[in-house]
């Protein structure tokens, strides 16, 4: 079984910036895909950015795309989210989420999951 960590959340400012961390353990060496998801008070699960481990392809949320950056570390085993110009509506619990497939823009395309970090972002 593998272990999802996110960390790095925390109270910013409207347009503030903040980086979110994933550390990914145990039998990983196969996920093809890695993926931010956030969910706001009584709102959805909804996708944030995909990253494929090995080719390095990104795919964004057109609400966060040209603001928010996804990036990993192989040797650290560590997807990372950059966050710029952050705005109110970001604020949710981010989720980091793997799969042994590319897993889409859907929460059931992604088994694997940690416990998520609260991102509040304060007008």
């Known amino acids: 079984q593998v272990q999802l960590v996110e960390s790095g959340g925390g109270l910013v400012q409207a347009g503030d910036s903040l980086r979110l961390s994933c550390a990914a353990s145990?039998?990983?060496?196969?996920?093809?895909?890695m993926a931010w998801f956030r969910q706001a008070p009584g709102k959805e699960r909804e996708f944030v950015t995909a990253?494929?481990?090995?080719?390095?392809?990104?795919h964004y949320a057109d609400s966060v795309k040209g603001r928010f950056t996804i990036s990993k570390d192989n040797t650290k085993n560590t997807v990372y989210l950059q966050m710029n110009s952050l705005k109110a509506e970001d604020t949710a619990v981010y989720y980091c989420?793997?799969?042994?497939?590319?897993?889409?823009?859907?929460?059931?395309?992604?088994?694997?999951w940690g416990q998520g970090t609260q991102v509040t972002v304060s007008s």
């Open positions: 989420a793997a799969d042994f497939k590319y897993g889409g823009t859907a929460v059931y395309g992604y088994d694997y």
């Open positions: 145990g039998r990983t060496r196969s996920f093809y895909a």
């Open positions: 990253i494929t481990w090995n080719g390095g392809r990104t």
